[in-house]
């Protein structure tokens, strides 16, 4: 059975990834999860300097799903490349660095930093919705994100990954500008913004009001926003929002996806990611398909 | 001893509401063998709407049956639905989660380290039930400060069998009227390390009464969490200086605590 | 205690109402609930023409939710005005027509036929994700937005409420456009956009593909834009999505509603209209509050 | 005889297997006084991610006990849900739903609208369940024509006792080797009036089959339904005419339904 994907001229040798912000950089998932399994980790959004995130509470559950406000905690672009890529590169998996930043600048230095380091590829976040400045602005405007995908392609010396936001009218304008401006791939979708309200303690539960939005929850909106995308650019779309089992990511898939992340199911079940993959193959040996890419894509 | 991080079922093996609000649970779960004083599990629901695990303290164990108790309050939903499963039901467990007391005092053997020091252990509200397997783990009988807001008191009988027990309550029906802070005034109780759980009030509280007297305190921390083992950064708390992980004054609860030196943490 | 509240000069006897599609025209519910304790209730769209909605499947379950494509099938506003509306009349609560069209001309002709009916308001469902021509266009840019809600103001004779998509960038921009129309209160949120795929069957589970996704799976989205529209517009906002329970209908208020109105979960829970009053009243008790208006603001 | 629609719990009073995927179900519920054949009731889900109720045809009633029985295949997840419940379980169920035979033929007497027409019961796969109430509700014994796709066959010895029963597999392994018409020809049954549930493949040849012979066929329709009482307008069928409610060409399988004269369904 063939489940490798090609992503920009990267081969994984199936279409499963983490999604960024939920699997740290794998060390901490790597006692219960078989990283060599994986087609690729994506890791924790990583900016120039340290960032220290948002106030606690940052995350909140809700039905079928999760809120988070982390605000892209990280440690920075140095300490990331000491620690968490020699990391990485121990596993037989793709290496995929999300980068995130305030302006158009910090994202660049990031992007050059990277550039002699082992990663195989790297993802974009110009739609986080927990920082104040930058990251979702880029993310909510074709032609800005048309040019910070310019700049960036023109620093990037790795393919580079555009990610989008949900939260916008027309995901289709947005999958074409990142297309324009010559994204390798893009992924879909970031979180949804969402908000949860404590009633007895007469507050918002998360301290930066309004979170990301990710779970089973958001499936439908993402199996939608992915659908459209595929179908309006030729470049690979890496598919997220809501997966939890194979038959998910098979969904994604059949929607367009080229490859999938999970993300929020990570945090319901350590082993979600390597599940995904069994269910992948399950599903694939009971339609008795023999190569990934002959699951139908509607 | 430390073993690796995973989820497993685990089965009731009996539930028992032991004060308003309050159920104790045993699970028949691997856990028991590993679990340490200050560490906790983190509780899925049988709900496919309520995907988080719930951080639960552990409160007791018994190895050679294999059994592992946890106290909690009915706070929300899942603790609600959490108190109405029957012996034998199934539940997926996540553990065994956070430091524990060895290894916030950096120690393989909790009892040496402290040595000849005397410790106070102090639980306020639903803080109570994890001082339980702290206080028993214990060689020499500490002194044991309970603070409940009125009589309907838990565990406190369990509590006098492994140290000298003060109660404190909000409304003094029982032992001194007051605060935990109160009741070790009132009692004149003497040592030179706390180990504390309870609300963030009560922990101020003492870590401002240890700087005032000279004692270590250390300090169980809650807050929100989603992966409970390090990753996603939902569940930091704010210390005086850079951590060595997240390299910002952000520490991780579930990996680096719960439990901390006090004067560690910005709280 | 005082659970009245008052939208553009209608007193409410309380903040329930049904969401426009999931109790008809309240006919079908009146064996489960008693209709006259009820805000208002908010009846199915009604056109100039009887409509004959999407093919089916038209219905879809999801995680903590529902999608839909009905298409808005109903039988014309003659019919309405000769059967909905005298039997809504016999019942001791307010009357709120739903009225869709495919052009501003096919939306005016139903407002002007309502001028001389005994109703308390309109609600203009310019947000309705299932059908091709109009609706949802209206519903997706502030300036015809605004046009749109002027023209009807122009002609209608009873308050109008606007009824906003979640699927735009700035759900402020929308609420300050009907606003700016003249629209003397707003409602949200209607359906997220999102999609199902059979991977057995290989199709889309709906016939039209998309479908509108509501139920309690997309109250964070609707809290979030209740709460964002409310503090940008003097108004009143309708909140809903995803209300089953007075402590969510609670949620809405507390994020800027001034009142709410309960869909998906009525096929949930029939009685569950009845359950959020209730549920609205046990809260207003415990929190020792006389008056729905004192409940928090945030 | 009709009752108000209402939801309500209703106990698990036995469950079991009865062919590869295929279950029994009896509940305890008010419901099994009111369920005439042709009915259906709506089966909620303990689970909040799921938040539908699943149509399912009442099989059989047991007045006297206020047992319901249905019996359903394992589809989806629902209703694999649903097979792991054990006896006592509390479910929530809405009913009593559709419009049953005796309201499609527009009589308040089953028996006395047939007359001596002679009744041809038909069910197809999962189909067949709610054909043992129907069959039991004729004062004749019909002529009962089963199809399954295997020898796994289900409720045929129940059957056996209500009429006189034809059996169809398509693999050939009992019966007639083929579909259920193909019984009706090789076993020369003859009939006025057909009622049937099954495959929409089935109810179509059936349809068409009538219709060559002269006869009158009621057919069950299944759709997808949001709230299975009429106001949704999920669960529709294409008609012929204009509906009476609808205005349009389309006709509310819940509540006008399932149960239509062949000839007035757009199939
Ligand atoms: C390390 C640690 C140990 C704990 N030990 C105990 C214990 O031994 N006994 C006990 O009764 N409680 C304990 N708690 C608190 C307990 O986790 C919460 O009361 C519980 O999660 C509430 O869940 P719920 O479903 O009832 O509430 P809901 O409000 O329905 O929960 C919604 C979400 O918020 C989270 N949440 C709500 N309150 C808290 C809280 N106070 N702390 C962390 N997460 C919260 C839940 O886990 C869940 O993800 C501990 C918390 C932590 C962090
Ligand atoms: C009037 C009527 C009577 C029925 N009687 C029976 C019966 O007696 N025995 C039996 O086994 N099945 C019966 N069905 C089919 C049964 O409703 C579905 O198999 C069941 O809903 C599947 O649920 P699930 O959770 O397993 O599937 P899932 O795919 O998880 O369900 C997802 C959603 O789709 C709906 N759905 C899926 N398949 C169908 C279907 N075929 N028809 C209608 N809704 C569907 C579910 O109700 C649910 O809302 C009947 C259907 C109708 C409309
Ligand atoms: C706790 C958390 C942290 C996240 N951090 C990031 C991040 O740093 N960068 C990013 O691009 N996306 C981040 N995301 C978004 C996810 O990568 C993913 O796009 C989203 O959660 C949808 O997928 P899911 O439903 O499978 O979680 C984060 C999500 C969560 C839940
Ligand atoms: C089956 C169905 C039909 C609907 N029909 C309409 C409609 O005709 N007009 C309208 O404005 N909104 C319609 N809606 C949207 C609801 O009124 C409501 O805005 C949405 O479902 C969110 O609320 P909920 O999550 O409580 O259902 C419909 C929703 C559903 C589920
Ligand atoms: S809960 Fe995820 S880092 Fe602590
Ligand atoms: S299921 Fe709602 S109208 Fe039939």
Known sequence: MNTSVNIAGVELKNPVMTAS?????????ADMVDLNKLGAVVTKGVSDKAWEGNPTPRVAEVTGGMLNAIGLQNPGIDVFIERDIPFLKKYDT?????????????????VERLADQPIDM???????????????????????????????????????IMKLSPNVTSIKDMALAAEAGGADAISLINTLIGMKIDI??????????????????????????????????????????????????????????????VGTANFAEPKSTEKVIKGIEDYMISQKIDDIKDIVRL | MSMKKRKEPAVIYS????????????????????????????????????????????????????LLRMVYRTAGEGTKELASYEPGTEIQVLGVL????????????????????????????????????????????????????????????EFEDVGNLHIATVDGSVGTKGTVIDAIKEDEIEGDVIFACGPMTMLKAIKQYARENGMKAYISLEERMACGIGACLGCVCRTVNKDHHTHVNNTRICVEGPIFDAEDVDI
Chains 1, 3 share one sequence.
């Open chain 2, 15 to 66: 539930q028992e509401k032991i004060a308003e609000g309050i159920y104790s649970l045993w699970i028949k779960t691997s856990f028991a063998g590993e679990a340490r004083p200050g560490q906790f599990l983190g509780v899925y629901i049988n709900n496919d709407a309520k995907l988080l695990a719930r951080p639960i303290s552990i409160c007791d164990v018994n190895k050679e049956e294999g």
């Open chain 2, 98 to 157: 956070g430091n524990g007391y060895e290894s916030a005092l950096d120690t393989d053997d909790l009892n040496k380290a402290l040595g000849d020091k005397k410790v106070i252990v102090i639980g306020g509200g639903i803080g109570i039930p994890p001082m339980l397997l702290t206080a028993k783990a214990l060689d020499k009988e500490p002194e044991i400060v309970l603070g409940y807001s009125n009589g309907d008191l838990f565990l406190e009988d």
């Open chain 1, 21 to 29: 912000g939920t699997f740290g950089s794998g060390m901490e998932y």
């Open chain 1, 122 to 160: 790297m993802e974009i976040n110009v739609s986080c919705p927990n920082v104040k400045q930058g990251a979702l602005q880029f993310g909510q405007d074709p032609k800005v994100l048309e040019e910070v995908t310019k700049e960036i392609k023109a620093h990037a010396k790795q393919p580079v």
């Open chain 1, 200 to 261: 007895y303690r007469k507050k918002f539960v998360l301290a930066n009001k309004t979170g990301g939005f990710s779970g089973p929850a958001v499936k439908p909106v993402a199996v939608r926003m992915v659908y459209e995308a595929s179908h309006a650019v030729k470049i690979p779309v890496i598919g997220m929002g809501g997966i939890a089992t194979g038959e998910d990511a098979v969904e994604f898939l059949m929607a367009g996806a080229t490859a999938v992340s």
């Open chain 1, 94 to 110: 793709k290496i995929i660095v999300n980068v995130c930043g305030h302006s158009v600048e910090e994202y660049l230095n990031v």
